[in-house]
């Protein structure tokens, strides 16, 4: 089943979820905690992106596979690139620490990015979960590379050389004119008077999620179908729990029990 959209209510998210229990229940409660803590509505990142990353997110820290354990970057390619659709979050501290513009591959999409590869020579975005690596001085300058997890998905990023950098071409100035972006060869590229900033926040080691409406990659990902005890369910109380209202508490309730 692919994933929905969580705002809607018009198809289910939870077999997404550990189950329809008190644990569940303590996930939807957490998500939307969260997700209204950090006022992501109105930075334009939807409610059912957030919860998608955050799945993959707590996968990743459930196998260990996370060096940078607090950071999670979410690219969403659901909306413009005249949007700032790029998110760098504490999930620790509960704090955007970026937001901003990245551009997509040039044959993913001229303002809308539609269509993702993970061959050579595509000249596409790469959708999915990666793990962020390491820096380096290249043609585009200072670089980040990521680790492509998901087979078939985003397995061929680093052979496509697939990486962070800043652009001139990536702006506000752009975006003020309401022009998209200018695109790339497949990499997500950010403004350069932010690159560095956000590169070495995030390398190391964090989780990196870039998420499109697409109905073959949420027929395919292995880590958004992925059935796990989440981390956050494993503490005596929940982050935020008590600051929870009850019509906070009712709208996780629906969340969980929504039908299609």
Known sequence: MAPADINSGDKKFASLLPSLSDEGAAVSQWIDFVYNSLQLDSLGLQKNVFFYACKGYEYLL?????????????????QSSTHKRLYVIDMEKREVLYNTYVSHGKNSGNEFATSFSNKADSHKSSLGFMITGNTYIGRAGYSMCFDGI???INNNVKARSIVMHGSDYVNEERADEGSAMGRSYGCPAVPYNEHRKIIDAIKGGSCFFAYADDKLYASTSAILSARFNWPVTNS???PGKESITSDSNNHASQLITATL
């Open 236 to 238: 005596p109380q929940i």
């Open 62 to 78: 459930s196998q260990q596979k996370l060096q940078k354990t607090s950071l999670l970057t979410i690219c969403d390619y659901t």
């Open 150 to 152: 998901e087979k078939g």
